[in-house]
């Protein structure tokens, strides 16, 4: 049993999932953020180890084939998966466990672990998710197409979670995040 409590988050591209988790384990030093491996190609700016572990799709496949992944799922062309490891790492140090996954990946987590507490977070509009898509200045107009399409898609899951929180106002849904990680707290002190 575990005696931490795992957090999914899940998002759009763009949507601010990560930079909320970044936020959520620079106030709260009992929290910590998965580290998920990828296939991807780094962006500018990104580290090995420290925004994804860049692997080859070799590598990828063969840690599936070695169950190595909590959950895993093809987005884009391309793997994402979170380590089996990385999260016992975690939580054998005590910490509550933010999965900044997708929701495919979301849906595979909570049937392993029901307990867990599933956030989704939205943008407060289409057009605004595509805007924030095209101020990172990261992805060619054909990539943001793609991810556009992708994101109505992923919307359309939202009401798997057990909480939606609009990304309007990055203050305001760091909040609602903070809020959800004390009622998290609260149980894991109190699970009766």
């Known amino acids: 049993m575990l005696t931490s409590g795992i957090i999914i988050l899940s998002a759009p591209s763009g949507g601010g999932k990560t930079s909320l988790a970044r936020s959520l384990v620079e106030r709260h030093n009992d929290v910590g953020i998965t580290v998920s491996h990828t296939t991807r190609r780094r962006r500018p700016g990104e580290e090995n180890g420290v925004h994804y572990h ?9 840690m599936i084939e070695n169950d190595e992944f909590v959950e895993y799922a093809r987005v884009f062309d391309h793997y994402y998966g979170t ?9 054998s140090s005590g910490k509550h466990v933010i999965l900044d996954i997708d929701w495919q990946g979301a849906r595979s987590v ?4 029901p307990a867990a507490t599933s956030i989704f977070v939205m943008p407060p ?11 990172r200045k ?5 990539v943001i197409r793609s991810r556009m399409r992708q994101a109505r898609d992923e ?6 979670f057990d909480v939606v929180i609009v990304n309007d106002r990055f203050d305001q849904a760091l909040e609602e995040l903070e809020t959800e990680l004390f009622n998290l707290k609260s149980y894991a ?4």
């Open 189 to 192: 002190r109190d699970p009766g």
């Open 155 to 160: 919307i359309g899951h939202k009401d798997e």
């Open 54 to 62: 860049f692997v080859d799709k070799t590598t990828f496949e063969e």
């Open 110 to 113: 909570r049937e392993k672990y």
């Open 125 to 135: 509009s289409i057009e605004t998710l595509e805007q924030r898509l095209r101020q």
């Open 138 to 142: 990261q992805d060619s107009d054909e």
């Open 83 to 91: 380590s089996i490891r990385a999260m016992e790492r975690l939580i």
